[in-house]
């Protein structure tokens, strides 16, 4: 989700790791030479799909933290190729948290259908997140620093996160 701490949470936990970031919403921009909200309101949804489809397709990496943009979710191709390349971690918030951290969906270039509000849209990811993720995380704590440690080491767990 849009506000879960996807790039801070990615930012500390990298640096713990001692592995690179790489952010896909960054890329996708240098790229495109565009912002998240302008693509979409260029290409619409299903263009910037496929943008990130791509982008996320093209990454060969197993020794990284990648920080995905939300809707990478609803690609089954990125998904399972993202998760050839590593633990697949689910940030999950709610909707409290997600308000209290003053998400506007418009100006972030979040991908969502016309008029569909932050209900709705969580009620359509959040199954998503579960079914691909390999660790599920409380994300509602605001400092990321935390949230980086739980992360860290819930990660000792899983064979392909060494």
Known sequence: MPAAGKTSVGRILAHRLRRPLIDTDELIEARMGRTL??????????????AEECVVLELQTRNAVISTGGSVVYSQPAMTHLSRCG???YLQVD???LGRRGLDLRSRGVVCAPGQDLVGLLAERGPLYERF???VVDARHDDPAFVAERIREQLYGFPQAS
């Open 37 to 50: 909200a302008q693509l979409l309101a260029e290409q619409g949804r299903e263009g910037f799909r496929k």
């Open 87 to 89: 633990v697949i971690v």
């Open 95 to 97: 909707l409290e948290t």
């Open 133 to 135: 993720a390999d660790l």
